[in-house]
């Protein structure tokens, strides 16, 4: 029999590693991919929990970025073959959806996404010398800020990947929205021909068909649709190769000329480079004009979800035209309750979107001069609104307005009351 290893050789192979920045040493977990930067970003800038992990779209988009950089810096012989292939190789594993755990950093963190920033270069840095032979921790032959973030800004870098992101992620709730629109306008034919009562400021008005609310319903969750896709279309206009402030300082020219093509075969997105650079260091407006949109499409949503829950009301106290899929008991009280759960669900999501809209653009407003360190929680925002957006959605779909009914009996007492009071 194998002797057990000792307690000590135990402890030894768990002990933390010591790293060293400007500041002093650090302990960091042994087997981290990440460093003493990251370390010192959970420390001082983590309050809300969210972490760049739980977003693998951007730590995707940041993977792509750091390997576009990796080759147009190779191209510029800023990084020769050997370390660029390395570089390049660790951020396949990241595209891959592989070490999300190694992004602890909070993402509405301050310093303008410098954690961010940091992580990401620590991590593929780490995975670049091992598989180089290299140690994790020691940063050699491939260093994070001499080799990863070679010719890059936290600012150009954060800027372009968060904008990926976000039109990735949105694809995803277009979908979702589009699937939405088609239940609802099946619905308007379904119930065309049943006749109820129209009701202006809540009062009765005439006789009209109860297909026609859901067939405005679609036609207004379309054109939100729509004008995201418009906002969300502006965001291709990227700034990678502008560092920091806009200028390119720091990226040679060649590397600049390359980045934008191999960005474009990595993401296969039409990406373009923004017009003013400064401008695009300075504000974010294209992502504030997401938000907006998104908030639109909220308050839509708000407004269907309330019709919903009027329409369905009753049993015998409310207006008990349509009825909703029983999907969970309703009360802990009154026996046999069924509530409107799953718009009231919606209601919930959205009321959260529209408190990211409010983020978003405090977000604007709060940069100043040559560069709005707010960028990040803004875009963030974006990305937690669509999300959150995407999930409720497709419940909402699937489990109440694609099961919907009509109670035909009520709608045609209604129909009839307001044929004899319009004569």
């Not at 800027?159 to 694809?171: G, P, Y």
């Not at 008991?329 to 809209?357: A, D, H, M, R, W």
Request: with cysteine.
């Amino acid at each position: 029999m194998a002797a057990r290893p000792s307690r000590a050789s135990r402890s030894s192979r768990l002990a933390p590693r010591i790293e060293s920045d400007s500041i002093g040493d650090l302990e960091v977990p042994k087997r981290a991919l990440y460093g003493i930067h990251t370390v010192r970003s959970i420390r001082n800038l983590g309050f809300s929990g969210r972490t760049l992990g739980r977003y693998p779209a951007y730590v995707r988009a940041l993977a792509i970025v750091k390997k576009a950089a990796a080759r147009a810096n190779r191209e510029a012989s800023v990084l020769d073959r050997r370390l660029s292939k390395a570089i390049e190789a660790a951020c396949d594993e990241l595209i891959a959806g592989e070490h999300l755990d190694q992004f602890p950093v909070d993402v509405l963190g301050g310093g303008g996404g410098i954690a961010v920033n940091l992580n990401i270069n620590e991590v593929i840095a780490n995975l670049a010398n091992e598989s180089l032979g290299g140690a994790r921790g020691i940063y050699k032959p491939v260093h994070p800020k001499l080799h990863v973030n070679a010719s890059q800004s936290t600012a150009d870098v954060c800027h372009t990947a968060s904008r990926i992101a976000i039109i990735d992620r949105w694809a995803g709730l277009r979908s979702v929205l589009d699937a939405c629109i088609d239940v609802a306008r099946a619905k308007a034919k379904q119930f065309h021909s049943i006749q109820t009562i129209a009701r202006t400021c809540l009062r009765d008005a005439s006789a009209v068909s109860l297909g026609e609310i859901f067939g405005a319903h679609a036609s207004a969750i379309e054109r939100r649709a729509a004008e995201i896709d418009r906002a969300v279309m502006a965001l291709r206009r990227i700034n990678l190769g502008a560092t920091a402030i806009g200028d390119g300082g720091g990226a040679p020219p060649l590397y600049r000329r390359a980045v934008l093509a191999h960005l474009n075969q990595l993401s296969k997105m039409k990406l373009t480079r923004r017009a003013n650079l400064f401008d695009a260091a300075q504000n974010i407006d294209d992502l504030a004009a997401v938000a907006a949109q998104l908030a639109l499409l909220a308050e839509v949503l708000i407004k269907i979800a309330q019709d919903l829950r009027l329409l369905s009301s009753g049993p015998e106290g409310g207006y008990g035209e349509i009825e909703l899929p029983a999907v969970q008991e309703g009360s802990s009280f009154f026996p046999g309750k069924i509530n409107p759960v799953i718009p009231e669900t919606l209601l919930q999501c959205c009321f959260q979107v529209l408190g990211c809209e409010r983020a978003a653009r405090i977000g604007l407003e709060r940069g100043e001069l040559n560069l709005n360190i707010f960028e990040g929680s803004a875009a963030i925002n974006v990305m937690d609104a669509i999300a959150m957006l995407e999930r409720s959605v497709s419940v909402f779909t699937e489990l109440c307005l694609r099961g919907i009914t009509a109670n035909e009996a009520r709608c045609r007492q209604l129909a009839a009351v307001a044929r004899r009071r319009n004569g």
